[in-house]
């Protein structure tokens, strides 16, 4: 059973960055994928990127990529998301979420992170 707990989020003006991390306990961490995700007012949740954590391969939407990093640090159990150039459109509830290697589905998340862009 892997927890999660997400912090870092806040309130930023449009082109300011932001970094949120993600605590993982429990589980053999190496054998998951841990992916971000955000949901903002009215519209569906949808994966913003993930990461291996056994050899650290990212991958982005199409929207943050070139914008948003994510990493991982083995010493912490901690996975990170910073954000740059942020844009209004960027506002959502941010959630970090685990799979196991072996599935699509993600089936741990954490209790997610308010982050918001103004203009």
């Known amino acids: 059973q892997v927890q999660l707990v997400e912090s870092g989020g806040g309130l930023v003006q449009a082109g300011g960055s932001l970094r949120l991390s993600c605590a993982a306990s429990g589980g053999t961490l190496s054998n998951y994928a841990m992916g971000w995700f955000r949901q903002a007012p009215g519209t569906e949740r949808e994966f913003v990127g993930g990461?291996?954590?056994?050899?650290?391969?990212?991958y982005y939407r199409d929207s943050v990529k070139g914008r948003f990093t994510i990493s991982r640090d083995n010493a912490k159990n901690t996975v990170h998301l910073q954000m740059n150039s942020l844009k209004p459109e960027d506002t959502a509830v941010y959630y970090c979420?685990?799979?196991?290697?072996?599935?699509?589905?993600?089936?741990?998340w954490g209790q997610g992170t308010q982050v918001t862009v103004s203009s």
């Open positions: 990461i291996r954590w056994s050899n650290g391969f990212t």
């Open positions: 979420a685990a799979r196991s290697l072996g599935s699509q589905d993600y089936h741990y």
